[in-house]
Antibody, heavy 121, light 107 residues
Framework: QITLKESGPTLVKPTQTLTLTCTFS??????????VGWIRQPPGKALEWLAL???????RYNSSLRSRLTITKVTSKNQVVLTMTNMDVVDTGTYFC?????????????WGLGTVVSVSS | EIVLTQSPGILSLSPGETATLHCRAS??????VAWYQQKPGQAPRLLIY???SRTTGIPDRFSGSASGTDFTLTISRVEPEDFAVYYC?????????FGQGTKLEIK
Protein backbone atom coordinates (compact mmCIF):
# COMPACT_ATOMS: atom_id res chain seq x y z
CA GLN A 1 0.00 0.00 0.00
CA ILE A 2 1.46 3.31 -1.11
CA THR A 3 1.17 6.20 1.35
CA LEU A 4 2.70 9.66 1.46
CA LYS A 5 2.69 12.26 4.20
CA GLU A 6 3.75 15.88 4.05
CA SER A 7 5.32 17.72 6.96
CA GLY A 8 6.74 21.15 7.59
CA PRO A 9 6.00 24.51 9.18
CA THR A 10 2.46 25.80 9.20
CA LEU A 11 3.55 29.43 9.31
CA VAL A 12 6.44 31.19 7.61
CA LYS A 13 7.28 34.86 7.31
CA PRO A 14 7.64 36.69 4.00
CA THR A 15 11.14 36.36 2.49
CA GLN A 16 11.84 33.19 4.49
CA THR A 17 12.64 29.81 2.98
CA LEU A 18 10.09 27.03 3.25
CA THR A 19 11.27 23.45 3.69
CA LEU A 20 8.74 20.63 3.30
CA THR A 21 9.33 16.92 3.69
CA CYS A 22 7.39 14.12 2.04
CA THR A 23 7.76 10.80 3.86
CA PHE A 24 6.49 7.82 1.93
CA SER A 25 6.04 4.08 2.22
CA UNK A 26 4.98 1.21 -0.01
CA UNK A 27 7.47 1.92 -2.79
CA UNK A 28 11.12 2.66 -3.34
CA UNK A 29 12.52 5.73 -5.00
CA UNK A 30 15.27 3.44 -6.28
CA UNK A 31 12.82 1.76 -8.63
CA UNK A 32 13.20 2.57 -12.31
CA UNK A 33 10.73 5.15 -13.52
CA UNK A 34 9.27 6.09 -10.15
CA UNK A 35 8.97 9.75 -9.18
CA VAL A 36 7.68 11.93 -6.36
CA GLY A 37 6.28 15.35 -7.03
CA TRP A 38 4.99 18.41 -5.17
CA ILE A 39 1.79 20.25 -6.00
CA ARG A 40 0.20 23.21 -4.23
CA GLN A 41 -3.25 24.73 -4.01
CA PRO A 42 -4.03 28.24 -2.77
CA PRO A 43 -7.27 28.49 -0.80
CA GLY A 44 -10.24 28.11 -3.13
CA LYS A 45 -8.03 27.95 -6.22
CA ALA A 46 -6.70 25.42 -8.68
CA LEU A 47 -3.86 22.94 -8.36
CA GLU A 48 -0.37 24.01 -9.43
CA TRP A 49 2.45 21.56 -10.04
CA LEU A 50 5.76 22.62 -8.52
CA ALA A 51 8.45 19.99 -9.00
CA LEU A 52 9.16 16.30 -9.40
CA UNK A 53 12.18 14.11 -8.79
CA UNK A 54 12.78 10.76 -10.43
CA UNK A 55 14.43 7.61 -9.19
CA UNK A 56 17.66 8.61 -10.94
CA UNK A 57 17.83 12.09 -9.31
CA UNK A 58 16.50 13.77 -12.46
CA UNK A 59 14.63 16.83 -11.14
CA ARG A 60 12.03 18.79 -13.07
CA TYR A 61 10.49 22.12 -12.13
CA ASN A 62 7.63 24.42 -12.96
CA SER A 63 9.37 26.92 -15.19
CA SER A 64 7.64 29.91 -13.59
CA LEU A 65 8.96 28.98 -10.13
CA ARG A 66 12.24 27.33 -11.09
CA SER A 67 14.49 29.94 -9.53
CA ARG A 68 12.89 29.46 -6.11
CA LEU A 69 12.60 25.68 -5.94
CA THR A 70 14.89 22.80 -5.08
CA ILE A 71 13.75 19.19 -4.81
CA THR A 72 15.96 16.44 -3.42
CA LYS A 73 15.53 12.89 -2.22
CA VAL A 74 16.87 11.01 0.76
CA THR A 75 16.36 7.46 -0.42
CA SER A 76 17.58 5.85 2.79
CA LYS A 77 14.85 7.66 4.72
CA ASN A 78 12.12 7.33 2.07
CA GLN A 79 11.84 11.09 1.94
CA VAL A 80 11.67 13.85 -0.65
CA VAL A 81 12.40 17.42 0.40
CA LEU A 82 11.21 20.58 -1.31
CA THR A 83 12.64 24.00 -0.52
CA MET A 84 11.06 27.21 -1.73
CA THR A 85 12.92 30.46 -1.19
CA ASN A 86 11.68 34.01 -0.77
CA MET A 87 8.20 33.10 0.41
CA ASP A 88 5.36 35.55 -0.16
CA VAL A 89 1.76 35.81 1.01
CA VAL A 90 0.61 34.49 -2.37
CA ASP A 91 2.42 31.23 -1.58
CA THR A 92 -0.13 30.48 1.13
CA GLY A 93 -1.97 27.24 0.51
CA THR A 94 -2.02 23.48 0.85
CA TYR A 95 1.07 21.63 -0.35
CA PHE A 96 0.72 18.04 -1.53
CA CYS A 97 3.26 15.41 -2.47
CA UNK A 98 2.36 12.62 -4.84
CA UNK A 99 3.76 9.42 -6.32
CA UNK A 100 4.30 9.02 -10.04
CA UNK A 101 4.12 5.47 -11.32
CA UNK A 102 6.71 4.21 -13.81
CA UNK A 103 5.93 4.69 -17.47
CA UNK A 104 5.57 7.73 -19.67
CA UNK A 105 1.81 7.30 -19.80
CA UNK A 106 1.39 7.40 -16.05
CA UNK A 107 0.95 10.43 -13.83
CA UNK A 108 0.57 11.41 -10.19
CA UNK A 109 -1.67 8.72 -8.76
CA UNK A 110 -1.12 8.45 -5.03
CA TRP A 111 -1.30 11.67 -3.01
CA GLY A 112 -0.66 12.68 0.55
CA LEU A 113 -3.32 14.50 2.53
CA GLY A 114 -1.46 17.78 2.19
CA THR A 115 0.00 20.26 4.64
CA VAL A 116 -1.24 23.82 5.05
CA VAL A 117 1.30 26.61 4.86
CA SER A 118 0.47 30.20 5.72
CA VAL A 119 2.76 33.09 4.85
CA SER A 120 2.32 36.06 7.12
CA SER A 121 4.41 38.53 9.03
CA GLU B 1 3.83 26.60 -22.32
CA ILE B 2 0.63 24.57 -22.50
CA VAL B 3 -2.56 26.11 -21.13
CA LEU B 4 -5.58 23.99 -20.25
CA THR B 5 -9.00 25.63 -20.33
CA GLN B 6 -11.83 23.78 -18.62
CA SER B 7 -15.51 24.38 -19.26
CA PRO B 8 -17.97 24.99 -17.87
CA GLY B 9 -16.73 26.56 -14.67
CA ILE B 10 -19.79 25.30 -12.82
CA LEU B 11 -22.09 22.48 -13.89
CA SER B 12 -25.40 22.10 -12.06
CA LEU B 13 -27.07 18.71 -12.43
CA SER B 14 -29.43 16.39 -10.64
CA PRO B 15 -28.41 12.87 -9.60
CA GLY B 16 -28.98 10.43 -12.42
CA GLU B 17 -28.14 12.93 -15.16
CA THR B 18 -25.04 12.78 -17.36
CA ALA B 19 -22.18 15.20 -16.76
CA THR B 20 -19.95 16.29 -19.63
CA LEU B 21 -16.81 18.19 -18.65
CA HIS B 22 -14.47 19.71 -21.20
CA CYS B 23 -10.76 20.48 -21.25
CA ARG B 24 -9.10 22.24 -24.18
CA ALA B 25 -5.34 22.36 -24.55
CA SER B 26 -3.56 25.28 -26.19
CA UNK B 27 -1.22 22.80 -27.85
CA UNK B 28 -0.75 19.08 -27.52
CA UNK B 29 1.73 16.47 -28.62
CA UNK B 30 0.42 13.40 -26.83
CA UNK B 31 -2.74 12.07 -25.22
CA UNK B 32 -1.23 12.33 -21.78
CA VAL B 33 -4.25 13.93 -20.17
CA ALA B 34 -5.59 12.94 -16.79
CA TRP B 35 -8.70 13.79 -14.82
CA TYR B 36 -8.87 14.22 -11.05
CA GLN B 37 -11.76 14.55 -8.65
CA GLN B 38 -11.34 16.66 -5.53
CA LYS B 39 -13.74 17.00 -2.64
CA PRO B 40 -13.44 19.73 0.02
CA GLY B 41 -10.57 19.15 2.41
CA GLN B 42 -9.31 16.13 0.48
CA ALA B 43 -6.45 15.38 -1.85
CA PRO B 44 -7.23 14.97 -5.55
CA ARG B 45 -8.16 11.47 -6.70
CA LEU B 46 -6.94 10.24 -10.06
CA LEU B 47 -9.84 9.05 -12.21
CA ILE B 48 -8.53 8.84 -15.77
CA TYR B 49 -5.02 8.83 -17.27
CA UNK B 50 -3.82 8.68 -20.83
CA UNK B 51 -7.08 10.40 -21.79
CA UNK B 52 -9.02 7.12 -21.74
CA SER B 53 -7.77 4.72 -19.05
CA ARG B 54 -9.61 4.42 -15.75
CA THR B 55 -7.53 4.04 -12.62
CA THR B 56 -8.11 0.85 -10.65
CA GLY B 57 -11.26 1.07 -8.56
CA ILE B 58 -12.89 3.91 -10.49
CA PRO B 59 -16.49 3.10 -11.49
CA ASP B 60 -17.18 2.62 -15.17
CA ARG B 61 -19.66 5.52 -15.17
CA PHE B 62 -16.52 7.68 -15.49
CA SER B 63 -15.09 7.74 -19.01
CA GLY B 64 -12.61 9.87 -20.90
CA SER B 65 -12.43 10.76 -24.57
CA ALA B 66 -10.40 12.98 -26.85
CA SER B 67 -10.59 14.74 -30.18
CA GLY B 68 -7.52 16.69 -31.21
CA THR B 69 -6.82 19.20 -28.47
CA ASP B 70 -10.23 18.71 -26.82
CA PHE B 71 -10.58 16.24 -23.97
CA THR B 72 -13.81 15.21 -22.28
CA LEU B 73 -14.72 13.55 -19.01
CA THR B 74 -18.18 12.01 -19.01
CA ILE B 75 -19.94 10.89 -15.88
CA SER B 76 -22.97 8.78 -16.73
CA ARG B 77 -25.80 8.66 -14.20
CA VAL B 78 -24.23 11.05 -11.70
CA GLU B 79 -24.30 9.72 -8.15
CA PRO B 80 -24.55 11.95 -5.03
CA GLU B 81 -20.90 11.22 -4.19
CA ASP B 82 -19.77 12.56 -7.59
CA PHE B 83 -20.48 16.19 -6.74
CA ALA B 84 -17.01 17.70 -6.46
CA VAL B 85 -14.44 19.74 -8.37
CA TYR B 86 -12.79 18.09 -11.37
CA TYR B 87 -9.39 19.01 -12.79
CA CYS B 88 -7.80 18.00 -16.03
CA UNK B 89 -4.03 17.67 -16.21
CA UNK B 90 -1.62 17.47 -19.11
CA UNK B 91 1.62 15.65 -18.44
CA UNK B 92 4.41 15.28 -20.93
CA UNK B 93 8.14 15.97 -21.04
CA UNK B 94 8.05 15.84 -17.25
CA UNK B 95 5.85 18.92 -17.04
CA UNK B 96 2.50 18.79 -15.33
CA UNK B 97 -0.14 21.41 -16.09
CA PHE B 98 -3.57 21.61 -14.46
CA GLY B 99 -6.72 23.26 -15.69
CA GLN B 100 -8.64 25.68 -13.52
CA GLY B 101 -11.29 23.15 -12.57
CA THR B 102 -15.00 22.49 -13.09
CA LYS B 103 -17.30 22.38 -10.11
CA LEU B 104 -20.06 19.80 -10.41
CA GLU B 105 -22.82 20.88 -8.06
CA ILE B 106 -26.23 19.57 -7.16
CA LYS B 107 -29.08 21.30 -8.96
Amino acid sequence: QITLKESGPTLVKPTQTLTLTCTFSGFSLNTYGVGVGWIRQPPGKALEWLALIYWDDDARYNSSLRSRLTITKVTSKNQVVLTMTNMDVVDTGTYFCAHKSPGSGRTLEYWGLGTVVSVSS
Amino acid sequence: EIVLTQSPGILSLSPGETATLHCRASQIRTSYVAWYQQKPGQAPRLLIYGAFSRTTGIPDRFSGSASGTDFTLTISRVEPEDFAVYYCQYYASSQYTFGQGTKLEIK
